[in-house]
């Protein structure tokens, strides 16, 4: 059975950073299609960041801040945050699939952590 289980996120400052990961187990996510998503209170759920193989791509509003990686030997993801904001505050998710149609997009997702929260101060 996939299981993601993300870790790293809690309280910073802003302009602080902070390093999610998400450790995926169950087979072997070297084809996958890989994102972080984020969901703050009252908000809907929104693409943050996605990886496949080599190929990555970011959210106007992660651009040049985050930046996604994977280690397929480990099969982890991780998002490094920098120059975090106040609204980057949330539950950060890490989603899967054997191939998201639409990466920026929920529904194109299979498997779901149960998400970590990040919490940005000003």
């Known amino acids: 059975q996939v299981q993601l289980l993300e870790s790293g996120g809690g309280l910073v400052q802003a302009g602080g950073s902070l390093r999610l990961s998400c450790a995926a187990s169950g087979r072997s996510f070297i084809d996958y299609d890989m994102a972080w998503f984020r969901q703050a209170p009252g908000k809907e759920r929104e693409f943050v960041a996605g990886?496949?193989?080599?190929?990555?791509y970011y959210a106007d509003s992660a651009e040049g801040r985050f930046t996604i990686s994977g280690d397929n030997s480990t099969s982890i993801i991780t998002l490094q945050m920098n120059s975090l904001k106040s609204e980057d505050s949330a539950v950060y998710y890490c989603?899967?699939?054997?191939?998201?149609?639409?990466?920026?997009?929920?529904?194109?997702?299979?498997?779901w952590g149960q998400g970590t929260q990040v919490t940005v101060t000003s």
């Open positions: 990886i496949r193989r080599t190929i990555t």
């Open positions: 989603a899967a699939d054997p191939h998201a149609p639409m990466p920026r997009v929920v529904a194109s997702y299979m498997y």
